[in-house]
């Protein structure tokens, strides 16, 4: 198995543009979790997904932030307008069932300039 | 939520083992014990976990206090690969929020030749 599949695996952008950040799970998980990592504040969870609909995005910081998952392989993170504070890494985790080891995507590190 | 502690860093030789703490005086009946460790550069991974009883994996050993109220994690022989921040997190089995993990802090584990 590939393990969780993360794109792009870095991405620059200039403040006020679109990021899409994309994830494919691995075959049969149906729970699919969105993290951001950063040195101030270290991983945090915005948003997850069981069977393709969002269960609890409490963690998601503001509206400029959306999540959609129209699939089971497939999962967006959205930033628009992005800002440099949004700068992180951004990892997408799945798992088999709610108790169950989560397993990780390499992450993808975003820069806000 | 119950909350863990664990040292900011701690430091090993290869091929001697390694014992990280972790306290938990809050910890719940429902709460599991879970380990996860990040290595540099990567997405967490999933090391162990338990509720009662002293576990062993092919990565490592969980040993857990009679009360509960703490454990440790145990590398039996430290390899330069293990150098990572290891993560103590409670699930509780008894609510929704078991399918989130909080991370804290965590340990840095530094391991010298």
């Known amino acids: 198995d590939a393990g969780v599949i993360q794109s792009p695996r870095h991405e620059v952008t200039e403040m006020g543009q679109e990021v899409t950040l994309r994830c494919k799970p691995i075959?049969?998980?149906?729970?699919l979790f969105w993290y951001r990592q950063t040195m101030m504040r270290g991983l945090e969870l915005l948003i997850y997904?069981?069977?393709?609909?969002?269960?609890?995005d409490s963690g998601m910081p503001e509206d400029r932030f959306s999540a959609k998952m129209p699939n089971a392989s497939f999962s967006t993170l959205k930033i628009q307008p992005s800002e440099p504070r949004d700068s992180a890494v951004y990892f997408c985790?799945?798992?088999?069932?709610?108790?169950?080891?989560?397993?990780f995507g390499p992450g993808t590190r975003l820069t806000v300039l | 939520d119950a909350k863990t502690t664990q040292p900011n860093s701690m430091e090993s030789n290869e091929e001697e083992p390694v014992h990280l703490p972790c306290n938990h005086s809050t910890i719940s009946g429902t709460d599991y014990i879970h380990w996860y460790r990040q290595l540099p550069s990567q997405g967490p991974e999933y090391v162990i976990h338990?509720?009662?009883s002293n576990v062993n994996n092919r990565m490592a050993s969980l040993a857990i206090a009679e009360d509960r109220k703490s454990s440790t994690l145990i590398l039996h022989r430290a390899t330069l690969r293990d150098a990572a921040v290891y993560y103590c997190?409670?699930?509780?089995?008894?609510?929704?929020?078991?399918?989130?993990?909080?991370f804290g802090t965590g340990t840095r584990l530094q391991v010298f030749p």
């Open positions: 075959s049969g998980h149906d729970y």
């Open positions: 338990g509720l009662t």
């Open positions: 997904f069981n069977n393709n609909v969002p269960i609890d």
């Open positions: 997190i409670l699930r509780d089995r008894g609510t929704y929020n078991t399918d989130k993990l909080i």
């Open positions: 985790a799945s798992s088999t069932g709610r108790n169950n080891e989560q397993f």
